[in-house]
């Protein structure tokens, strides 16, 4: 969720909150990734004693950031994943309802379908979050990774369309060469020092990501993720 720190996730807040798109009306993401190309077997996400799945490897990004676009706590609607093993899901898709009224979907996948003749050929990553409204849309690519390139696209009802990319804030610190982790850090040091970071992470609002996590795997008939008994 370090992208949380990086000034496009703002910017995207930004563009939500000063009101000119209206209301939210409804929210998509996707993340998906070639996993089987880019982890092995054995790898730590697809071991459920070590709380592997889609879900907690991918989910929290999307979740997260829906939560921070529209200030609420969503109900789970729905969850259906396709697992790889017993319990550790390769993909999971999930139907949520912000502030009671606001849909919701999210999904997340370790190994992406590929495409054509006997689906051999690998399809492009899939990494974007689209948020609706009243009177347009915002759209981000790469909301895990901005700092790595990211593209924020405004679209309004009237068809004017408009693209961003927010590398450094206009305000405070930051360079363009910044990843997501230099403004966690320099927002970690701020709050160390007595002053407002830019961003900042709550323990609630981590209390409440893990509800949401929770609640998709229960909804979705997988067992939750063990309880880690470090420091018990």
């Not at 995207?12 to 939210?24: A, R, V």
């Not at 930051?174 to 403004?183: N, Q």
């Not at 927002?187 to 407002?196: A, E, I, N, Q, T």
């Not at 900042?200 to 795997?217: L, P």
Request: charge should be positive; glycine fraction near 8%.
């Amino acid at each position: 969720w370090t992208a949380r720190f990086h000034p496009a996730i703002k910017k995207m807040k930004d563009i939500i909150d000063e009101g000119s798109l209206g209301e939210i009306t409804k929210m998509y993401a996707h993340f998906g990734l070639w996993g089987n190309v880019m982890f092995k077997k054995d790898d730590i996400r697809y071991d459920y004693k070590l709380g592997g799945g889609a879900l907690m490897d991918l989910g929290p990004y999307p979740i997260n950031y829906m939560r921070f676009l529209s200030a609420s706590e969503p109900t789970v609607q729905s969850a259906e994943a396709i697992c790889r093993s017993e319990n550790v899901d390769r993909r999971m898709e999930t139907e949520m309802l912000f502030r009671d009224s606001i849909p919701a979907t999210v999904i997340v996948d370790l190994s992406l379908d590929g495409w054509g003749p006997f689906k051999l050929l690998p399809q492009w990553v899939k990494i974007a979050l689209r948020v609706e409204c009243e009177k347009g849309s915002v759209e981000i690519w790469n909301y895990p990774l901005p700092s790595l390139w990211h593209s924020i696209t405004v679209k309004t009802q009237d068809g004017r369309r408009r693209v961003e990319k927010v590398y450094k804030p206009t305000q405070g610190k930051g360079e363009e060469w910044w990843s997501a982790y230099r403004y966690q850090l320099e927002s970690f040091v701020d709050k160390l020092r007595g002053r407002s970071p830019v961003a900042w992470r709550t323990a609630e609002d981590s209390i409440n990501e893990m509800r949401v996590i929770d609640a998709v795997y229960a909804k979705s008939g997988l067992a939750l993720r063990p309880t880690s008994s470090f420091g018990a």
